[in-house]
């Protein structure tokens, strides 16, 4: 059996930021307290400040490559293996 | 008169050594802007569909827009139009960059070349018209080169050059034209028709100012278009990281295709070869097209190593994608280098990308022998290997010469017809419908074949952009349900791009909005356009288009994706699902005509309710058994959503969008839909 939540560093969610929000971050992934990715958001905006609000508007969240959008949307749940990617909305191509 | 526009080209014809004005009728800028939608018309007037891609007859159409020059934000570009000798159908290839301002300065708003000349020459474009040069001491220098010596030729630093390199020379039917070094007219073979004419380069430098029907109205519209870039995440992002910030989450999704589409999700590329990295480590600044104010252009050194390369223009996301992903190659440095190879040769990179991938993948199958390569070892990540072929298909030696034909004749020669992607012979662009599946219609039926700049899709799917003022719904990218719609409008707006000309990743980037382009036109020309006139005017240039690829021959069977790109990959996260890949499965069983119909449907049916769902299940069980064991790969855990979404339900959406087009059975848009339009003429010459 795992370790109830919270144990050890390595059981948390990872968080993965990108691009123009990594920049304005200044980190490129953390481990997250957050249960669900409504949280994360939350969690982003606290621990970054202000500076990182504009790039969570209409942000792309996808749980272990599968967008949130075709999950629970905020309401989705994280387990301690999951990975969290937040993307700034942006296109190339 | 109107404004944004001249009313005139220049006609040269290069067998008989002629320039001449012409003057084009005010009503056929109104009804098909410029660009590539008059490009079209001009075309399809001078019955151009007669001629062979590579023949004198052939026109050869360097046009601006309305928009071209001016200083709206994104409208530095032109359109380079002819049949293509690489599809054998209508061929255009839209070119950033700073050479159509100064085209528009010279008071023409396009040049049509016809004929070809013995030797090589350049066309030398001023106010004063067109005079044309020898170019003997050019041929065989590299595109930047030629521009160099040709602005030190003129006497003038602020001449621009747009040119073919030894690709174009050499007719490689995916051959380029190139200005500015990295900004392109990439796709359908422009500079082999170049080449063919033995056109080496266009000079154009002029001092005329353009009319504006009214100044302060245009003044506005463009503050408007400036202000929305200044706030806009899309554009930062562009700016940030270049066109390539899309490989990050492009690779989340699996809209980046990896080894030649084989496989589904490669985790170390963005990391290897993202625009991120690219920023963290080789890029020492950024660089625009003129008076775009996103500036998504990259320049880069390669300071030492093997792939050594002095400060230049970097790979945007399609480089990236083609010549490293594609390749499954983890250097950023060779892919760089590579693409710094295209760009002198003068090739496009998707192509290029493409057909190096599948004679990779026929060399591992061994449909090509180590005696067809010239005992070149083809494989993945092999940068060396890339490098070489590169040069070998400019220059056509050996195998390159096979190569420089492009995926559809190499695999009618070789075989691997399944795995040679493309769509009407045009190699597909670096996105991977089994992500989008927007981008199947995209490819499917799109004039010049598979491209992704043809429409607006994949900003649609990508949830950036939306059709509301079309009165259209944007649907979920893995739904069949709504995609044609969807795409019809799309393409609207994507058209209205390639004929006023204005950059997409800019326009779209500020919001795509119809009204915002309507009102700056209006301004601009004096045409009293609105979001349903350029719609219309969108619909037109798309039906005069498609009516111009039946005229060159294309039918529905064109309309085709490849079986690669629309079934799960059969490597990565979705692997071994050959078996469960419906169709092929079931054209085994064989049995009468109707009942078969009604039984594949039932049986389809109830493998999408019962198997479908279980096929991972079932497969990792069956995987146990010595004789399925997968050709020896470790079968991953896969979602049974996760298959769903990467088969493309292609069929349905092909369905419904011919449907909505008004095509029949042949692949023509019907003489009501064309007469709606204003196009009795192209009717007539469709049907008889
Ligand atoms: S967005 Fe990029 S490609 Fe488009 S006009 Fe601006 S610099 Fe050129």
Redesign the interface.
Known sequence: MRPPRGYGYEEMPLVKLYATLRKAAGEKEYRSRARNVGQVLEELRERYGDGVDRYLRGCIVLVNGQNVGYLKGKRTKLKEEDEVSVFPPLAGG | MMGGNWGKVLKVNLTESTVEEEVIPEEHYRDFLGGSGLAAKWFFDHRGWEAEPLSPDNPLMIMNGPLSGTNYPGASRLEVCARSPLTGIWGEASMGGHFSPQLKRTGYDGIIVLGASEKPVYLYVTDEGAEIRDASHLWGKDTYETEELLKREVGDQRAQVICIGPAGENLVKFANVMNDRGSTAGRCGMGAVMGYKRLKAVVARGSKKFPVADEAGFKAAREKMSEALKFS??A???H???????????M???DVPVKNWREA?WAEGPEKLG??TVAETILTRTHSCFACPVA?KRIVEIKEGPYRMEEGPGS???AAAALGTLQRMDSMEANHKANELCNRYGMDVISCGGVIAYATEAFEAGLLKESDTGGLKLGWNQPDTLLELIRRIAYREGIGDEMAEGVRTMSKKFGGEEFAVHVKGLEC???DPRALWGMALTYATSIRGAC?CADAN??VD???LNHNELGVKRSWP?RAKGKAAQTVASQKKGVIANSAVICQ?AW??SGGSLADMAGALRALTGFPYTVEELARVGDRIWYIKRAIGNLCGATREDDRLPQRILEPHPEGVTSSLHLAVFPQFMSMVPMGKIRAERFKETTAGLLKKYLFPNMDKILTSLNKLPMFSMRGKKLERR?P?EVRRRTVAFDEMLEEYYRLRDIDEKGRPSRSRLEELGLKDVADALHG
């Open positions: 995440m899309v930062e992002g562009l940030a990281f270049g066109s390539n910030v899309h490989m990050e989450y492009g989340a999704i699996g999700y625009g991120t998504c945007e996301y399609e662009p670096m996105h992704h994949l900003y990508l949830g950036l893995y990743y779209n980037a979602d959503e």
